[in-house]
């Protein structure tokens, strides 16, 4: 079973940056895709940035191009996310998700296992 439990949400103004942070236990050794996927109220949880294992493939959603970076480190088994530029339009619960069966880096909520709880970020204007 694979836990995921997300770090570092908070209350910015616009402009301010926020680093999330998801530490995993439970997962295999290797190979395994994480992402980050964000949900505002009254809208469908969308995705924001993922990454494999080596760290040689990364997607991220053209909201976040240029503003958001996602990485990982393997060896404390945590995947983070730098997000800087923030906009009120960022403010979400984000969340943390893992699969151990992808093959590429999934960019749907259906392509993900496991998640986390979430943790809010809040940009006020």
């Known amino acids: 079973q694979v836990q995921l439990v997300e770090s570092g949400g908070g209350s910015v103004r616009a402009g301010g940056s926020l680093r999330l942070s998801c530490l995993a236990s439970?997962?295999?050794?290797?190979?395994?895709?994480m992402g980050w996927f964000r949900q505002a109220p009254g809208k469908e949880r969308e995705f924001v940035a993922a990454i494999n294992w080596s760290g040689g493939k990364i997607s991220t959603a053209d909201s976040a191009k240029g503003r958001f970076t996602i990485s990982r480190d393997n060896v404390k088994r945590t995947c983070d996310l730098q997000m800087d530029s923030l906009k009120p339009e960022d403010t979400a619960v984000y969340y943390c998700?893992?699969?151990?069966?992808?093959?590429?880096?999934?960019?749907?909520?259906?392509?993900?296992?496991?998640w986390g709880r979430g943790t809010q970020v809040t940009v006020a204007p």
């Open positions: 439970g997962p295999p050794d290797d190979n395994y895709i």
């Open positions: 998700a893992a699969d151990l069966l992808l093959v590429r880096v999934g960019v749907t909520v259906a392509e993900y296992e496991y």
